[in-house]
């Protein structure tokens, strides 16, 4: 039987557990100073507007202070948290199923007038036909994309997140990379 | 790594206290995963299983029916509903019992 390595882990995740609510509230607030940025971003660049990137970084977080008890700390909390945020993403991405039924080209349209237009999407046309590129992706590329390219994730820890094979994980995101590039170049 | 991606202003001040809050409104309290339960003495642990065991046997004992040796002794401590048939089977039963006494008691018979 192979031993879990056990990885440093920072300071407030025994804090989350303290039975002191004013020492919880403090660990919260340590944890919130550096993954709620990141895990918003995430969520953004999978799901597109600022409403459903904002309903699903909630829901992780609620979902990771109702579950601190149960992290093993044989992983990263950093996968534990993407994990979480990861399926609070695709939940929303099923409920709402907005352009699934549209074709690729149109899917792809459809999203760069949606971040054209939208007032808290602020780039340029490179950056705009990148991300609905992105949006556009099929949901396994979509995820390993963003968490490669966006949040510079290693693939292994990528592949531990996805629970996919560190292969699996290069081919998915040198095909997205493929159809991104695509979709970035022609004009 | 820069981002396209704007929030409105103080998005995410209110938002964390809004997580904070919604958090605590759904469990005014640690959850129970973090709940450590605290090790009973060892003593007090085997007596309480010692105490079902017996308890549990006592309780089978009392319970138990003399065991029948004779089909005819099943036969009367078996309750229809015991035997997991529905009804139309049973209908069906009775049918043919009643149709195996009529040939039975038939004068073509005798």
């Known amino acids: 039987m192979s031993v879990q390595p056990q990885f440093e882990q920072p300071e407030w995740i025994d804090g989350l557990c303290n ?5 919880r509230a403090r660990a919260f607030q340590a944890m919130m100073d550096v993954w709620h940025q990141p895990v918003y971003r995430f969520t953004r660049t999978l799901l597109g507007q600022h409403e459903d990137a904002a309903d ?12 601190i008890g149960s992290f093993r700390r044989e992983a990263k909390f950093s996968t534990w ?20 039924h549209l074709n690729e080209e149109l899917a792809f349209e459809a999203q760069l007038h949606t971040l054209q237009t939208d007032p808290l999407f602020d780039g340029d046309r490179a950056l705009q036909r990148l991300h ?3 949006l556009t992706l099929p949901e396994r590329q979509k ?3 963003t968490l490669r390219y966006f949040n510079e994730m290693p ?3 990528l592949a531990q997140i996805l629970d996919l094979s560190e292969g699996s994980v290069k081919a998915s995101y040198f095909h997205a990379k493929e159809k991104i590039m695509e979709r970035v170049t022609i004009d | 790594m820069q981002t396209p991606f704007k929030t409105p202003d103080g998005f995410f001040e209110s938002h964390r206290e809004a997580i904070w809050e919604a958090a605590q409104s759904d469990s005014h309290r640690i959850p129970h995963a973090l709940v450590e339960v605290k090790p009973r003495a060892p003593l007090a642990v085997a007596a309480a299983v010692a105490t079902v065991i017996i308890g549990t046997w006592f309780f089978t004992l009392l319970n138990q029916s003399d ?18 048939l529905s009804e ?4 069906q039963w009775i049918q043919d019992d009643l149709l195996f006494q009529d040939i039975m008691n038939s004068e073509d018979f005798l």
């Open chain 1, 56 to 67: 699903a970084t909630q829901e992780t977080f609620i979902q990771v202070l109702r579950s």
């Open chain 1, 143 to 145: 995820e390993v994309f």
């Open chain 1, 19 to 23: 039975d002191d609510s004013s020492k």
């Open chain 1, 155 to 157: 693939f292994a820890e």
């Open chain 1, 132 to 134: 609905a590129a992105v």
């Open chain 2, 67 to 84: 065991a029948c040796e004779t089909f005819a002794c099943l036969w009367d401590n078996t309750q229809p509903e015991e035997l997991q």
């Open chain 2, 88 to 91: 139309e089977d049973l209908n």
């Open chain 1, 81 to 100: 948290l993407f994990t979480i945020a990861r399926r609070k993403a695709l939940d929303l991405l099923r409920q709402r199923k907005r352009i699934e």
